[in-house]
């Protein structure tokens, strides 16, 4: 069975950083894409970063030069390495995923249960 856990999730004051992991475990033939995605509360969830197994990359604009998604291919993992936080960054981060499993042949697309991240003094 695959699944995506995620950690580094906690509360930080406004201008600090925190840096978000998500490895994905199971089996697993390969994985295409990866990405974070947050959700404020009484919001929708919304795109943070993306990233190919290529390593293109791509962001919500909101994030743009604050923010860097980066993977570990030979890890399983995606990072999201965030700096001069502000408090409309807090929400609930998910780790997503497209994954071929083993078991299934297919691609199928996987969410992590999620990490609190609030910024506040």
């Known amino acids: 069975q695959v699944q995506l856990v995620e950690s580094g999730g906690g509360v930080v004051q406004p201008g600090g950083f925190l840096r978000l992991s998500c490895a994905a475990s199971?089996?697993?033939?390969?994985?295409?894409?990866m990405g974070w995605y947050r959700q404020a509360p009484g919001k929708q969830r919304e795109l943070v970063a993306t990233?190919?197994?290529?390593?293109?990359?791509n962001y919500n604009d909101s994030v743009k030069g604050r923010f860097t998604i980066s993977r570990d291919n030979a890890k399983n993992t995606v990072y999201l390495q965030m700096n001069s936080l502000k408090p409309e960054d807090t929400a609930v981060y998910y780790c997503?995923?497209?994954?071929?499993?083993?078991?299934?042949?297919?691609?199928?697309?996987?969410w992590g249960q999620g990490t609190q991240v609030t910024v506040s003094s």
């Open positions: 997503n995923a497209d994954i071929v499993a083993t078991k299934t042949m297919m691609r199928a697309e996987y």
């Open positions: 990233i190919t197994s290529g390593g293109s990359t």
């Open positions: 199971g089996s697993i033939v390969g994985i295409l894409g």
